[in-house]
């Protein structure tokens, strides 16, 4: 059996302690920031896109709209499996 140690309130028993709780924040803002350019970008080239892959407009356009609603959802599921798994150190 493991030992009982006192916990500090704000701590927590994970393997990163209160450092992944600080890093938890700006880790999860680069995060959206870094989806946010890979959507801004894919938008940027999404014509010479369409000419390359011999596609009309409106169906590129559909495809990078897609690729952004998908993001919504997997924020949620990301969200409820880090609740379920725990935060782990990587």
């Known amino acids: 059996m ?27 803002i680069a995060g959206l920031l870094v989806t946010g350019i890979g959507v801004a970008l894919l938008g940027s080239i999404k014509l010479s896109l369409a000419r390359r892959l011999q596609i009309d407009e409106a169906r590129i356009g559909g495809l990078v709209s897609a690729f952004g609603f998908t993001i919504i959802p997997m924020i949620l599921v990301s969200g409820f499996l880090a609740a379920h798994f725990g935060q782990k150190t990587v």
């Open 2 to 28: 493991g030992e009982l140690r006192w916990q500090e309130p704000g701590y927590s028993y994970l393997e990163g302690g209160f450092f992944m709780n600080v890093l938890a924040q700006p880790m999860t």
